[in-house]
């Protein structure tokens, strides 16, 4: 039997080389190994609010990115979650075994406590590490691959999947975080020491997967660098390690390889490099997804949910059964 693994992204913004680098790249190389179950969790997306026309664009972006990156739909299961209405029950019945200190002590509802007041965190936002538990165990993962941010959100998933096995018995399988060192946690190019995210104030932050040559170049040319002028590999000069992180992961190439190739050259020799490795990278995967029809990709999304269902569905059952519900 493979082991298997799940993970997903949520519409809410353009996807950038962080997220591809963090999880979906790591997804690609796994699907050859894993039974592996790939989601489109818009259910996430809506802890913000969102224009309900770009959330359904958005929704078939993110499938076709996976499949231009590489994700087989004979190999993996691809859906979208809000498709497998199991995902809600289950996280519903989370709720009733999660403690509210618990969920307090998530980044993203602190982030925005301290940034707007309590007061304006919407339940959803505060509760959907819960509907992530939910998302993973309904499946009987047991590996999700991620990046950094999210390994907070996978403890949560295996504290409630022990609470559960212990209150009512042997139910669900405890996952693990799977993560890469040099990609787990991709920073800013404004600010290496904030991570790449798509909900940041300035496009300098980020490369999008969907920007062009110019601004690809015009981006990396902005980034911030660090003082001196060697492209040296190292903890003390985040900004640099941070773009010679990004030049390996899509060159195929280790940090020392790429150091070794910028021996005696300056910054700008290094950076017009990085963005053209960056432009070869994105230019074949742009036109992969725009060969992807709409209809072609809802279709995909339909087999996949309807191959996940079963498995979702003998899992809450069991659930059901175990908490008294009569089934
Ligand atoms: N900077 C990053 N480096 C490595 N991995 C990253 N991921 C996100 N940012 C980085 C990983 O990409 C996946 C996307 O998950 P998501 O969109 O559901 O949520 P997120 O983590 O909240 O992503 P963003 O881009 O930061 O979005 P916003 O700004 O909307 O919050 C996850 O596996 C994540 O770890």
């Known amino acids: ?55 359904r664009k958005r929704t078939l972006e993110i499938a076709k990115i996976y499949l231009a990156a590489g994700i087989d739909p004979k190999k993996c299961s691809i859906f979208i979650q809000s498709y497998v209405s199991e995902h809600a029950e289950l996280a519903w019945i989370l709720n009733t075994i999660a403690k509210i ?46 990046g950094k941010d999210q390994k907070q959100h996978i403890e949560l998933a295996r504290e409630l999947a022990q609470r559960f096995n212990y209150k009512f018995g042997e139910t669900f399988v405890i996952p693990e975080a799977y993560t890469k060192k040099e ?9 290496p020491t904030k991570k790449m995210s798509k909900s940041a104030k300035s496009e300098y932050n980020y490369i999008a997967l969907s920007d062009d040559a110019e601004t690809v170049r015009k981006k990396i040319k902005k980034a911030v660098t660090d003082s001196g002028s060697e492209i040296v590999y190292s903890d003390d000069k985040p900004a640099l390690k941070n773009l010679i992180n990004i030049y390996s992961l899509l060159d195929n190439k280790t940090p020392k390889e790429v150091e070794t190739l910028f021996v005696g050259k300056g910054y700008a020799d290094f950076k017009s490099a990085l963005a053209e490795v960056i432009i070869q990278f994105l230019e074949p995967f742009q036109k992969r997804m725009a060969e992807l029809s709409d209809e072609k990709v809802l279709k995909i999304l339909e087999d996949g949910a309807k191959k996940v269902q079963s498995i979702a569905k003998k899992k809450l059952e069991e659930v059901k059964k175990k908490i008294g519900f009569i089934v």
């Open 101 to 146: 200190p618990e969920l307090e002590k998530m980044t993203q509802f602190k982030d925005k406590s301290v940034k707007d007041g309590k007061e304006s965190v919407l339940v959803g936002l505060f509760d959907y590490p819960v509907l992530m538990a939910a998302d993973i165990i309904l499946y009987d993962t047991q590996l999700v691959p991620v």
């Open 183 to 191: 990609s787990e946690n991709i920073m800013g190019l404004d600010d």
């Open 1 to 55: 039997m493979k082991k298997r693994i799940f993970s997903g992204i949520k519409p809410s913004g353009d996807l950038h080389i962080g997220n591809y680098l963090g999880a979906i790249q790591n997804w690609v190389a796994l699907q050859e190994e894993y039974d592996s179950i790939f989601c489109v969790v818009d259910m996430h997306a809506i802890t913000v609010p969102q224009d309900p026309a770009t959330l």
